[in-house]
């Protein structure tokens, strides 16, 4: 599965073709038990390379991106506690290659299981390790299919959920799968721990971000549900939920109004048509890449404004193509970026045989006139809390944030 919308789109297919089989079906939901990591060095390669194969144009060629891509999987270097530590098998989830990897060396499990015929797979479902199953074949011998896709790789294991009551359903990926009226119906699922932080509208973000978040998210729930009672009370809570985050609810409804006569179907598009994109003007971009701020608002305006002064040097406009140029903004550096860092630093060993709180010079301005010495306790003005000063501090020492008090 690409995304929550193929799998809607293939249950959509499974309603219309196997409708007199869905009384008698028992939904169940797999899960890979810890994939990426469980995931053989040379199950994977072997994989790639029997897809790598199979390519109109072998270029790149297989054997340089499969040198890559063991690179990747040899040099996994992570620390814990000052020590570095290397994996050996499988691979981490934080590479930009490790999904499509872990899909690719998945792919050969999901055709074994999709040929036997010694049980009727209706419909196999796999997103990344989470994976959909109508089961028609009753209990007993739903037990015996998982004893043997247990068995059919020593490292990959899978463990099942299924639904007792068709009513109540089961879980998979941000939906709820329920049978009723002889038709498998999808509605929103949350996880109990999601508290709905939805982007605050007074954050520091183009207008446009803030605005185009509720139909996104409205558009999503009509996709989601398939009966109108489902669609209608996910809209009540989800605008109460933007209006605790402090947008206006006359605009959040409005926005979500929008999409009430909307067609499902149409949300959910055909993952099996392949539309032919034009392909875009030669020439490349220049993008004008800023970090955002309020007071840019009007950057776009400027640059155009003065795009044709490009055409005063007849080298630099055969060089510069100016309708190639736009205006894009990143995410300005917040506090949280200069104090949280990837990797902790442990306090020095010999820091703890030192007496604890401020260590003043008494040279530097910052000593003779702000810290006082040997201070171990700092006590809020507002709170009233006081905070104790764990390790030795002196004017020397970088990423220190004083208080004045």
Not at 195 to 224: D, E, F, M, W
Not at 241 to 265: P, Q, S
């Amino acid at each position: 599965l690409k995304d929550s919308s193929e799998f809607l789109f293939q249950l959509h297919k499974f309603n219309l073709t196997q409708q007199e089989k869905i009384d008698n079906i028992i939904l169940v939901s797999w899960d890979v038990v810890a994939m990426f990591p469980s995931i053989d060095n040379a199950m994977g390669l072997e994989a790639c390379q029997d897809l790598l194969e199979k390519r109109d144009v072998l270029f790149p060629s297989t054997t340089s991106i499969l040198d890559a891509t063991r690179i990747t999987l040899e040099n996994n270097i992570s620390y814990f506690n000052n020590v570095a530590y290397v994996q050996n098998n499988g691979t981490a989830m934080g590479p930009h290659n490790a999904c499509s990897y872990a899909d690719i060396a998945m792919h050969p499990i999901d055709q074994i299981i999709n040929n036997n015929k010694d049980y009727e797979i209706a419909l196999w479902c796999r997103f990344k390790d989470d994976i959909f199953c109508p089961w028609i074949m009753g209990l007993e011998k739903l037990h015996e299919f998982h004893a043997w896709i247990n068995s059919l790789h020593p490292k990959i294991k899978f463990t099942m959920n299924y639904a007792e009551d068709p009513l109540e359903g089961i879980e998979y990926l941000d939906t709820r799968v329920y049978i009723k009226n002889s038709f498998i119906h999808t509605t929103l699922y949350t996880k109990p721990s999601d508290t709905h932080a939805y982007l605050n509208p007074n954050s520091c973000h183009p207008k446009h971000v803030c605005s185009n978040i509720p139909q996104g998210v409205a558009k999503r729930i009509k996709r989601i549900c398939s009966e109108e009672s489902e669609y209608f009370k996910h809209k009540i809570s989800h605008i109460n939920h933007f209006v605790n985050r402090g947008y206006n609810r006359d605009f959040i409804t409005t926005e979500f109004d929008k999409c009430d006569n909307l067609d499902r179907l149409d949300l959910i598009g055909d993952p099996e048509i392949s539309f032919n994109v034009e392909s875009k003007e030669s020439g490349r971009r220049i993008p004008l890449v800023l970090d955002f701020h309020p007071s840019y608002a009007g950057a776009t305006r400027a640059v155009n404004k003065h795009k044709h002064l490009l055409d005063l040097d007849e080298t630099l406009e055969e060089v510069i193509a100016k309708d190639k140029i736009f205006v894009t903004f990143r995410k300005a550096r917040t506090i949280g970026d200069s104090l949280v860092h990837s990797r902790y630093s442990r306090i020095d060993s010999d820091n703890n045989s030192k007496a604890l709180g401020n260590i003043n010079c008494g040279k530097c301005n910052l000593c003779k006139f702000f810290l006082s010495d040997n201070t171990v306790e700092i006590q809020s003005l507002t709170a009233k809390r006081i905070h104790n000063v764990c390790r030795s501090v002196s004017c020397e020492d970088e990423h220190v944030m004083c208080v004045i008090t």
